[in-house]
Nanobody, 117 residues
Framework: QVQLVESGEGLVQAGGPLGLSCAAP????????MGWYRQAPGKQRELVAT???????NYADSEKGRFTISRDNAKNTVYLQMNSLKPEDTAVYYC???????????WGQGTQVTVSS
């Protein structure tokens, strides 16, 4: 079982920045791919960005150049720095991770990001 604890929920004006973090404080094993997904009201959950243990990254096209995903393997933590936020970035953001050698995925509880115009 992997518990993912997100932080960084907030309300920000369009054009502003916001940072999210997600930690796995108690795990047995090594975290493999970690990522962020989001779900806006009435829409399906979608990929924001992922990062491998070796720090290879993948971004959704709409986030390229605005968002940066990073991780600290020693702290079992993944970060998402969001810049130039737009109202359409408003959503609940979910952290996602799996363990090396195991297919099961784990999800955080979600954190609300609201961008006002």
């Amino acid at each position: 079982q992997v518990q993912l604890v997100e932080s960084g929920e907030g309300l920000v004006q369009a054009g502003g920045p916001l940072g999210l973090s997600c930690a796995a404080p108690r795990i047995i094993g090594l975290l493999n791919v970690m990522g962020w997904y989001r779900q806006a009201p009435g829409k399906q959950r979608e990929l924001v960005a992922t990062i491998t243990r070796g720090r290879s990254t993948n971004y959704a096209d709409s986030e390229k150049g605005r968002f940066t995903i990073s991780r600290d393997n020693a702290k079992n933590t993944v970060y998402l720095q969001m810049n130039s936020l737009k109202p359409e970035d408003t959503a609940v953001y979910y952290c996602n991770a799996n363990l090396v050698g195991r297919p099961q995925e784990y999800w955080g509880q979600g954190t609300q990001v609201t961008v006002s115009s």
